[in-house]
């Protein structure tokens, strides 16, 4: 499906024609696309520029499904990716995207403009689990998702408890309900 506001290279213009445009400040660069400068940026059309790395296989996880809901103005340098269906992949995918090859249940996404996203407790969740993992230890996405929807901590507290065996559940929950604490 061509969307009449997003222009990907090579579909009705070509890489070049988009280059010019965007000098020209006709358009803009919106995640792997672009769109016209005066549209407004929606999160129907952050999703629909993801479009041709995701297809109908994948879903837009972490931080670039915050980006995608509107929680971070820049999207993140790479990508990440989750499968979605039950079907593995046989290609290999761009370097440049982080993926996860566990497939995301469908409750835990949400199909925008298309794309599968990540709700945003399941992407609150993600992110949360994932900065445990880092060294940095740089809470700012997580604190934005919490800033951005209060109420959905409770809810992400609750996906915690009943999901069972997850990483860094523990400590998942610990900060979520200290983050509760200090939101009331």
Known sequence: ??????????????GAELMAARLDGDVVEIG????????????ELRAGSLRPITGSHLAITHESAAW???????PPARHSLQRCVAARRHRLLDGGI?????????RDGLRIAGVVVTTPVRTLVDVLRDRVLRDDDD???????IRWRPQIVPAAIAWLDEAGPVPFKRA??????????TTR
């Open 1 to 14: 499906m061509t969307w009449p506001f997003l222009y990907y290279a090579g579909d009705r213009l070509s």
């Open 32 to 43: 792997d696309a672009f769109m016209p400068a005066d549209a407004v940026e929606t999160r």
């Open 68 to 74: 995608v809901h509107g929680v971070l103005n820049e």
């Open 98 to 106: 982080r993926y996860r090859d566990l497939c995301l249940p469908e």
């Open 139 to 145: 809470p700012a996405v997580v604190e934005a998702l």
């Open 172 to 181: 998942s929950l610990s900060y979520l309900r200290r983050s509760l604490v």
